[in-house]
């Protein structure tokens, strides 16, 4: 398997898998502008780097929610890792594991939680889709997945109705193939629509102590409602472009996020980190981590537990090495002058 970066992945992940799966990972919706500009949000920033600092030694380490993990880089919840290898999700949470960095799994992975808690041996947190407008069957998920060992909840707040992702319906894609683990009684396509409002994230504190973090806030206004809501953490994030068309990049909302909670929360960001000059971007302009989607379920398809492993490696490589060059041996080194 010949992959030097992240995007490497991609083009070997679609030569092996069937187009029609392959659509399902990569679409994103409407014509896919979203899609693009989060990657092409990165490129249109420019790292400045400072010069005689000693980086003899590199630190990448730091810590989520309390947690310690080797590099502020995650794995962002994904749905259905079993299309791309049969150890699906489990695979995923022991490379994740091995490299000693976050996994957070997706309501709609292919294996149940309860066999993901028992391969994640590092740190585990559990991705929520509201089933029933918060009744008993999403307050049940709930319950399995402290259950099963995660320490955090990431509740994706972006999902009125599902996005039309146009790839994938041209692909054909045969929906009876998604095999939700935690939905044992049959195939379901997409999580329900259901209608979440601020008053439900009070449900949510009441229904479990786990820190919360809200997935899919973009905007300074919301930033700020999430903040008088209690919550613990925001997640900025357009869903990997597969939600609202022409929806502003994650990168270029990050700073006003970052304002807007005055540091009374952590802030995390996903779509279009691909190098480790994307992690020190996103934490020069205010993240405290970054979390990477595709490109895991692309290493997944084409080398299994070893090619996530081998993502993950590659990453962390890229990051000491951008970290270096840069002149921040530590991650609290990286600030806001780094980066125009």
Not at 49 to 66: A, C, H, M, N, Q
Not at 76 to 96: I, K, M, W, Y
Not at 143 to 170: F, K, M, N, Q
Request: some cysteine; proline content about 5%; glycine content about 10%.
């Amino acid at each position: 398997m010949q992959a030097h970066n992240l995007r490497d992945f991609e083009a070997l992940a679609g030569a092996c898998m069937d187009p029609a799966q392959f659509a399902y990972y990569a679409g994103g919706s409407g014509d896919e502008v979203t899609l693009r500009d989060n990657e092409a949000a990165f490129a249109r920033r420019r790292l400045r780097p400072r010069v005689l600092v000693d980086v003899s030694t590199i630190d990448t380490s730091t810590t989520i929610l309390g947690q310690q993990v080797a590099m502020p880089v995650g794995i962002a919840p994904t749905a259905q890792h079993g299309l791309a290898h049969p150890d699906g999700e489990c695979a995923t949470a022991r490379a994740a594991a091995h490299a000693g960095v976050l996994y957070v799994a997706s309501t709609m992975s292919t294996r149940p939680v309860e066999d993901i808690g028992k391969a994640a041996t590092g740190p585990f947190w559990f991705q929520l889709y509201v089933q029933d407008n918060c009744g008993p069957q999403t307050e049940a998920l709930i319950r399995r997945a402290e259950a099963a060992g995660c320490s955090a909840i990431a509740l994706t707040v972006d999902l009125a109705v599902p996005g039309r992702r146009e790839r994938e319906l041209r692909a054909l894609l045969d929906t009876s193939i998604l095999r939700p683990g935690n939905f044992p009684d049959g195939p379901l396509a997409a999580p329900p629509p259901v209608t979440l409002t601020w008053r439900d994230i009070a449900w949510l504190r009441r229904t479990t102590e786990l820190p919360i973090a809200l997935k899919g806030i973009m905007t300074a206004e919301d930033a700020r409602l999430a903040v008088e809501h209690g919550v613990d953490a925001i997640w900025v994030s357009n869903h990997g472009g597969r939600q609202l068309d022409r929806a502003c990049a994650s990168l270029d909302v990050l700073e006003e996020v970052v304002d807007a909670v005055g540091g009374k929360a952590e802030v995390y960001l996903d779509g279009g980190v691909r190098r480790g000059g994307d992690v020190v971007t996103a934490l020069a302009l205010g993240a405290r981590a970054v979390f990477v989607g595709r490109p895991i379920l692309y290493a997944l398809a084409c080398g299994g537990e070893d090619g996530v492993k081998l993502a993950l490696d590659l990453m962390a490589a890229e990051l000491r090495y951008v970290m270096s060059l840069l002149g921040t041996p530590s991650i609290s080194d990286i600030s806001r002058a780094h980066v125009v």
